[in-house]
Every structure is written in structure tokens, then in C-alpha cells.
């Protein structure tokens, strides 16, 4: 690692270094490729959370008295 870089890291605890890894990327492109056309025997499928049903309410206030409907 660089000198300046080092003393990035010791003051911040990240460091960026740009370019480091560009050879590979070409690489890692093809594989992931590869995998997702042909996923081996390791393959799961994570697809994302469903968002939680959502309930709305209406609450209404006259005076000193409120009313929560549920159904709108």
C-alpha cells in the first residue's frame, strides 16, 4: 500500500484505491455470467422481502372525542 494511502487508512479506517482490482473485472463478469446461466449444485435463489401489508387509518376528532376507522 501506498504511504499516503496507509496514513488515509490509519486516520479514517477506509481507504479508497481506485483501478486495484480492473484487470479482474472482465473476469468477474464472465463468471457471473457463467453461474447465472448455469447455477451449480450451491445455488440459491434470495429474491427480495415482500413489503408488509400496509393498513391505513382514519382517525377523526370532534371536540374531546375521536373515532378510529379501520376500512376506508
Known amino acids: 500500500m501506498l504511504k499516503n494511502?496507509?496514513?488515509l487508512?490509519?486516520?479514517d479506517g477506509v481507504v479508497i484505491i481506485?483501478?486495484?482490482?480492473?484487470?479482474?473485472i472482465p473476469l468477474l463478469e464472465t463468471g457471473v455470467k457463467?453461474?447465472?446461466?448455469n447455477p451449480g449444485q450451491w445455488f440459491?435463489?434470495?429474491?427480495p422481502?415482500?413489503?408488509p401489508k400496509v393498513n391505513f387509518?382514519?382517525?377523526i376528532v370532534i371536540?374531546?372525542?375521536?373515532m378510529l376507522s379501520t376500512h376506508l
Open 5 to 7: 494511502e496507509h496514513e
Open 9 to 11: 487508512f490509519d486516520r
Open 18 to 24: 481506485r483501478g486495484l482490482f480492473k484487470d479482474w
Open 34 to 37: 457463467e453461474n447465472e446461466q
Open 44 to 47: 440459491r435463489d434470495y429474491p
Open 49 to 51: 422481502p415482500r413489503k
Open 57 to 59: 387509518g382514519l382517525i
Open 63 to 66: 371536540g374531546n372525542e375521536f
